[in-house]
């Protein structure tokens, strides 16, 4: 620190000397000033170390001025050079390094969510009718259905013997009790088993 004043009393000196001097701080003693320069420091074991603050001020400002802000003041990251350039406080960047190699590509990240079902679609048109299939196998031969009932006895035909005329005609799908008496004036009657279930019952004269 009092290194720190006596460079800043010195400083202060040589402006008081002339208002065109320029001044040197360090070095072996022999050097000269940088033709363009008011205020040289010379050294190389150190730096020059600009006032440090907690805050960034906010009076007395002059286009120029520098800062190294220690605390972040709820507007302005601490740990940087800071410039006021006469509207408002900047942190001090250099000039843009060159763009350094691409880095090597990443892992694939994990698959997103399945998205939601998009709307049902127009209905497609009808498709051409399919070949007809093979026919299939013959099915078993079903069960014998029960016997019809007799149909009605036809029209009495021609005698079948000159000289003879039927009188009545009748068939019974089962052998009846007694058979019904022929007409009057029957001479005779014939019985006829047709089938097992069925007998023709005839009447002549």
Known sequence: MKKMMFLMLVFFMGITASVNAQVLIGGDGTANPAPGAVLELDGTKGGLLLPRVGKLPATNLQAGLQVYLTADDGTSAKDHVYVYD????????GATGATGPVGATGAAGAAGAAGAAGAKGATGATGAAGAAGAAGAKGA??????????GPAGALGSAPVAGITITDIKAFTQSPASLPACPSGSTGRIVTVMSQTTICYICYK
Do not use: F, H, I, Q
Request: proline content about 0%.
């Open 86 to 93: 006469g509207t408002s406080w900047n942190v001090y960047k």
């Open 141 to 150: 031969t079903g069960a014998t259905g029960a016997a019809g009932a007799a």
